[in-house]
C-alpha cells in the first residue's frame, strides 16, 4: 500500500510517516504541506490513499479532497484531523471521503488505513455519533420511485454501517461478485458515484 501525508505541520508529517512505516506495511511516498501539493502529487504519484489534514493554508484538505476526486472518483482520501466541526464532516462525506478520524485517536491510524485500502469507509466514534443527526435532516424518500428492491434496501444500510463487499456478502449469504454488481446497480439508479455517497442517501432519506 502507498501512501501520500498531507499535513501542514511538517513535524507531525514526518512523526507519521515514521509511524506508519514502522508497521512494514505501508510506504508513504510523500510529505507535503498544503492541499495544492497534495493535488498536484496525486496526479503524479496516484496513491493508494491521501491521508490528509483539513485546516492548511493556500487550499484545505477538503478543496483539495474535492479536486482530486472530481478528476479521479476512485481515490481514496482519509482525513486526520483535531477538528471534528459538524460543517467539515458533512462536506468530507458529501466529497466522497472515504473516512475521517481524529488525530487524537492515535492508534487507530494504521487500522483505518487498512480498512481504506480494503475498500470501507472509516469514520472515528466520536464522528459516527454524530452522522446521524447531521444528516437525518431530510424527509424520507419512496424507493420504489428509484426502483430500489428490498435487498438493495438493505445492501445501503449494510453500505452506510461500513460493511465491505465482503462483510456485506457474508451477512446476506451472497455472492461478493454478487454484492458488487448489486452496489453498482444501486448507484446508478440513485444518479450516485461513491459509496459514501450511498451512506449519506441513507442517513438523509431512509432512517
Given at each position: 500500500?502507498?501512501?501520500?501525508?498531507?499535513?501542514?505541520?511538517?513535524?507531525?508529517?514526518?512523526?507519521?510517516?515514521?509511524?506508519?512505516?514502522?508497521?512494514?506495511?505501508?510506504?508513504?511516498?510523500?510529505?507535503?504541506?498544503?492541499?495544492?501539493?497534495?493535488?498536484?502529487?496525486?496526479?503524479?504519484?496516484?496513491?493508494?490513499?491521501?491521508?490528509?489534514?483539513?485546516?492548511?493554508?493556500?487550499?484545505?484538505?477538503?478543496?483539495?479532497?474535492?479536486?482530486?476526486?472530481?478528476?479521479?472518483?476512485?481515490?481514496?482520501?482519509?482525513?486526520?484531523?483535531?477538528?471534528?466541526?459538524?460543517?467539515?464532516?458533512?462536506?468530507?462525506?458529501?466529497?466522497?471521503?472515504?473516512?475521517?478520524?481524529?488525530?487524537?485517536?492515535?492508534?487507530?491510524?494504521?487500522?483505518?488505513?487498512?480498512?481504506?485500502?480494503?475498500?470501507?469507509?472509516?469514520?472515528?466514534?466520536?464522528?459516527?455519533?454524530?452522522?446521524?443527526?447531521?444528516?437525518?435532516?431530510?424527509?424520507?424518500?419512496?424507493?420504489?420511485?428509484?426502483?430500489?428492491?428490498?435487498?438493495?434496501?438493505?445492501?445501503?444500510?449494510?453500505?452506510?454501517?461500513?460493511?465491505?463487499?465482503?462483510?456485506?456478502?457474508?451477512?446476506?449469504?451472497?455472492?461478493e461478485g454478487t454484492v458488487?454488481?448489486?452496489?453498482?446497480?444501486?448507484?446508478?439508479?440513485?444518479?450516485?458515484?461513491?459509496?459514501?455517497?450511498?451512506?449519506?442517501?441513507?442517513?438523509?432519506?431512509?432512517?
Open positions: 500500500m502507498t501512501i501520500i501525508i498531507v499535513d501542514d505541520d511538517k513535524l507531525v508529517g514526518i512523526s507519521l510517516k515514521t509511524i506508519i512505516e514502522a508497521s512494514g506495511e505501508i510506504t508513504v511516498t510523500a510529505v507535503v504541506c498544503c492541499g495544492a501539493d497534495a493535488v498536484r502529487l496525486y496526479d503524479e504519484l496516484r496513491p493508494d490513499i491521501v491521508l490528509m489534514d483539513i485546516r492548511m493554508e493556500e487550499m484545505t484538505g477538503l478543496d483539495a479532497g474535492e479536486k482530486i476526486l472530481a478528476a479521479h472518483p476512485e481515490a481514496k482520501i482519509l482525513y486526520l484531523t483535531t477538528f471534528s466541526d459538524d460543517d467539515y464532516i458533512i462536506r468530507a462525506l458529501k466529497i466522497g471521503a472515504r473516512g475521517y478520524i481524529l488525530k487524537q485517536d492515535f492508534e487507530s491510524i494504521i487500522p483505518a488505513l487498512k480498512a481504506v485500502y480494503a475498500g470501507q469507509s472509516v469514520f472515528g466514534e466520536d464522528i459516527v455519533a454524530k452522522i446521524p443527526g447531521l444528516l437525518s435532516r431530510n424527509q424520507k424518500v419512496d424507493l420504489n420511485d428509484y426502483g430500489i428492491t428490498d435487498k438493495e434496501t438493505e445492501i445501503i444500510r449494510l453500505i452506510a454501517e461500513g460493511l465491505s463487499n465482503r462483510e456485506i456478502a457474508e451477512t446476506l449469504y451472497l455472492g458488487r454488481n448489486a452496489v453498482s446497480v444501486i448507484m446508478d439508479k440513485l444518479g450516485l458515484k461513491r459509496r459514501t455517497q450511498l451512506a449519506i442517501f441513507y442517513y438523509k432519506h431512509m432512517q
